[in-house]
């Protein structure tokens, strides 16, 4: 059966929107180059849609005061993160197997000083997936 973790991304403070999407692909790359054979059957980024504002509409949140997400149902502070990822293993081995592979010494420190670079980690992060159920219109 295959396992899935979730990622939930900040960019860092002072970072623009641009430079975030771009060092995060880069970092992606950075990841599959580490891992090798043990990088995930996917690894799909969503980032949030948001707007460069000049002033801050009402309700904007601290964070994104001039990029506030576009919002359809809820309030700005629920979408304070500026990306998700899915991460797709085979099964309970390769995701073992991966997370050995970026969790050794030389890859880890390679991993974390390119983190630092655009994310915010206080506030990454990372759950294993449960059920999928998917509707669809066929």
Known sequence: MSVKA???IFRKPGLSLEDFKKHYEGHAELIKHLSGE???LSHKRTYIARNAV???PEGASERNTKTPAIILVGKQSDFDFDAYAE???ADQAAFQ???AKIRAPEAA???AADEEKFLDKSKLGVALIGDVIETTNQ
Do not use: M
């Open 97 to 99: 197997a991966f997370s």
């Open 6 to 8: 979730f990622v939930h």
């Open 54 to 56: 000049e002033v801050a």
């Open 109 to 111: 420190a390679q991993i």
């Open 38 to 40: 043990h990088f995930p």
């Open 87 to 89: 991460l797709t293993f």
